[in-house]
T-cell receptor
Framework: DAGVTQSPTHLIKTRGQQVTLRCSPK?????VSWYQQALGQGPQFIFQ???????QRGNFPDRFSGHQFPNYSSELNVNALLLGDSALYLC??????????FGPGTRLTVT | QKEVEQNSGPLSVPEGAIASLNCTYS??????FFWYRQYSGKSPELIMS????GDKEDGRFTAQLNKASQYVSLLIRDSQPSDSATYLC????????????FGAGTRLFVKA
């Protein structure tokens, strides 16, 4: 049973660029949430997708956007990257928003 | 006041001892509570979920919830060096798609 997968594992971008991160949920899960985790902090909720719609959003600017596809996979897009966007980006999947299981994460470094 | 508060630690316990990790939350309508373990450089791993007042046991782990005191804890019995990690407390306000708020985590060291 495949767990949550994310790609890429690591990414280095320059300020002002745009980035797309990808996530495939655990088999049988229909809900995907994205989190940002800075060093030494807990994960911060960015948004959640269910039935291809953004169901709830955390305190992140519009530069952060996402999408969910019919197969439940999801993308996180970040535009106009800032140095402060450097973090571990985590995708978590669940069934109907219940217990969440995390993928391995994407480490984004903005220079 | 932070929405979910944890002592950052580090909490150091000897091998075989009981480790007690605590968490308080501010939103009284919170319904779902979770403990995650995160090893350095890895992603969080779900250990326990608890939804009603009282204790819930799973192997060496016991989660305790007291909604009146807005307090949730995790006990790890017979602590092992492999339990050394950061433990994250997470709280969700309602059922369904409402966002989950994480604490900053407590670092646990189990000394052999």
């Amino acid at each position: 049973d495949a767990g949550v997968t994310q790609s890429p594992t690591h990414l280095i971008k320059t300020r002002g660029q745009q980035v797309t991160l990808r996530c495939s949920p655990k088999s049988g899960h229909d809900t995907v949430s994205w989190y940002q985790q800075a060093l030494g902090q807990g994960p911060q909720f960015i948004f959640q997708y269910y039935e291809e719609e953004e169901r709830q959003r955390g305190n992140f600017p519009d530069r952060f956007s996402g999408h969910q596809f019919p197969n439940y996979s999801s993308e996180l897009n970040v535009n106009a990257l800032l140095l402060g966007d450097s973090a571990l980006y985590l995708c978590a999947s669940s069934l109907m928003g219940a217990e969440q299981y995390f993928g391995p994460g994407t480490r984004l470094t903005v220079t | 006041q932070k929405e979910v508060e944890q002592n950052s630690g580090p909490l150091s316990v000897p091998e075989g001892a009981i480790a007690s990790l605590n968490c308080t939350y501010s939103d009284r309508v919170s319904q779902s509570f979770f403990w995650y373990r995160q090893y350095s450089g890895k992603s969080p791993e779900l250990i326990m979920s608890i939804y009603s007042n009282g204790d819930k046991e799973d192997g060496r782990f016991t989660a305790q919830l007291n909604k009146a005191s807005q307090y949730v804890s995790l006990l790890i019995r017979d602590s092992q060096p492999s339990d050394s990690a950061t433990y994250l407390c997470a709280v969700r306000g309602n059922t369904g798609g409402f966002k989950t708020i994480f604490g900053a985590g407590t670092r646990l060291f189990v000394k052999a």
